[in-house]
């Protein structure tokens, strides 16, 4: 089952220029909900970004931006590659 968010679209009456409405359940600029992202981030850390983005719910790179954002939210931490790099023992500790 999947939720399509349909963000409305608005124009600045001034300028002129477009923005969308903001959701509780979504970030801005992401597609996917914040709970999509925390169930799929637990699913990484029992398993590995490859084999979660092979289900076909999310895509390796919507994988890697929800550990980015998730990472973001860790006090003290600095970015790492996560091209090769298994995330078990980073976000661990934040998840469980």
Request: some cysteine; overall charge positive.
């Amino acid at each position: 089952m999947f939720l399509e968010i349909n963000r409305r679209q608005f124009k600045c009456g001034r300028c002129k220029k477009p923005f969308s409405e903001d959701l509780d359940l979504v970030k801005k600029k992401r597609t996917y909900t914040k709970r999509l992202a925390r169930k799929t981030i637990q699913e990484v850390l029992e398993n590995d970004i490859h084999s979660v983005a092979a289900k076909g719910i999310v895509t390796k790179d919507e994988i890697e931006r929800m550990l980015k954002d998730a990472s973001e939210e860790l006090p003290n931490l600095k970015p790492i590659n996560f091209e090769n790099f298994r995330i078990r023992c980073l976000l661990t500790w934040h998840f469980i």
